[in-house]
């Protein structure tokens, strides 16, 4: 039976994951903690933006410059991953005259502080937003934890030399529960047609699979540099493709740069834990949910 082996947050949306032994469900669904802050183009309204790559937030969609940017936190507490503080490193830009530089910010004290040090370093004015009620997810209308597989990730980081292993992929497709003993692209059974979800129990949470996760740019670039796989696109559609497995049947798989799957927590689950070694079953389809049922 699959069982989760990896719980990560993203407490700053575009930037480093953590790896939690347990994790809370917040307010609409998702992981307390993952993606709470936000950078976004100063003047930005973090919800009424567009995700994509001329929405106004940044991220790697839009901003290459932003893997040059990793994190470190400290949370709240060991089931919540709202971050009490981040400290943030930035490689150099000679081309800008910006060296190498490391800080350590108070969240939310220090938010100022860090809209001014990372502006320096992208050259333009950001502001740090702050979402505490279900975190600034890309899903907004499937919010809940994003699913895949390890032998999913082991499979897809096979398909370039570029890709050093599993570890790499998840850093690139940024999931919050990486699950185990199960094969390769099993999580395409937690979703079924348009109208439908699937209702999986997972430990002593209850969540609903929606839609397979559209990829953008961001899988193709290294995590660390930002140095993009040529060709990354085209051979990952043909090899999707050759290994999609039989129970990928649905309308909602209508192209092949599809991968992870996107979740909806009812409100009745919010406030559950995850842990890594919960048990994942699936319980049946049913009637597509909406967030707040």
Known sequence: MPRIAELVAYPLKSNDGVGVDRAEVGS??????????????????????????????????????VHGLSASYELVGPADATPTAVTLSRSARPE??????????????DGEALEAWVGEYLGYAVDLVREPEGGLPDDRAAPGPTVVSRATLETVASWFDEIAD?????????????LDDCPAFWEDRLFADRGEAVR?????????????????????????????????????????????????????????????????????EWGSTLAVGDAVEIVGVEPEVKIGN
């Not at 936000?38 to 001329?54: I, K, R, T």
């Not at 599993?166 to 990486?178: D, G, S």
Request: hydrophobic content about 30%; proline content about 7%.
């Open 28 to 65: 609409n669904g998702a992981l307390r903690g993952d993606r709470t802050y936000a950078l976004v183009e100063a003047g930005v309204d973090p919800h009424a933006a567009s995700v994509g790559g001329d929405g106004g937030y940044v991220n790697g969609k839009r901003e290459p410059a």
């Open 96 to 109: 800008r005259g910006i060296d190498a530089d490391e800080r350590t910010f108070a969240l939310p004290e």
């Open 166 to 178: 599993a570890t790499e992929m998840r850093r690139r497709l940024r999931p919050n529960l990486v």
């Open 200 to 268: 999986a129990s997972i430990g002593e949470t209850e969540l609903f699979g929606v839609n397979p996760c559209q990829r953008c740019v961001v899988p193709s670039r290294n995590p660390d540099t930002g140095e993009p796989i040529d060709g990354f696109r085209e051979t990952f559609l043909r090899r999707r493709r050759e290994t999609l497995p039989s129970w990928t049947g649905s309308d909602r798989f209508d192209h092949d740069f599809r991968l992870m799957v996107n979740t909806v927590v009812p409100e009745a």
